[in-house]
Nanobody, 121 residues
Framework: QVQLVESGGGLVQPGGSLRLSCATS????????MGWYRQAPGKQRELVAR???????NYADSVKGRFTISRDNAKNTVLLQMNSLKPEDTAVYYC???????????????WGQGTQVTVSS
């Protein structure tokens, strides 16, 4: 079984920073795309940023220049560095992996349980 576990959320003042981490469990050979999504109350889940195995990344327009996604392929982890946070960044942030190749087979569209980020003074 493969699991994604997020950490690093919390309460931060506007203009502050947080770093989210997503760790994996299981006997993993490779993960193609890893990404961060978020869902604010009353809104649909939206893409924040995603990064392919080779390192190319793309971002939502709303976070460009403020957030940075990175990954460690050896550790099968993905990070999201969030700077200059705004109240509108408040949401539950979810880690996602589109395809995970393991010793037990291939798993698709895996989600973590989410971590709350609240930006407020």
């Amino acid at each position: 079984q493969v699991q994604l576990v997020e950490s690093g959320g919390g309460l931060v003042q506007p203009g502050g920073s947080l770093r989210l981490s997503c760790a994996t469990s299981g006997s993993i050979f490779s993960i193609y795309t890893m990404g961060w999504y978020r869902q604010a109350p009353g809104k649909q889940r939206e893409l924040v940023a995603r990064i392919i195995r080779g390192g190319s990344a793309n971002y939502a327009d709303s976070v460009k220049g403020r957030f940075t996604i990175s990954r460690d392929n050896a550790k099968n982890t993905v990070l999201l560095q969030m700077n200059s946070l705004k109240p509108e960044d408040t949401a539950v942030y979810y880690c996602n992996a589109d395809r995970i190749v393991t010793s037990q087979g291939v798993f698709y569209d895996i989600w973590g349980q989410g971590t709350q980020v609240t930006v407020s003074s």
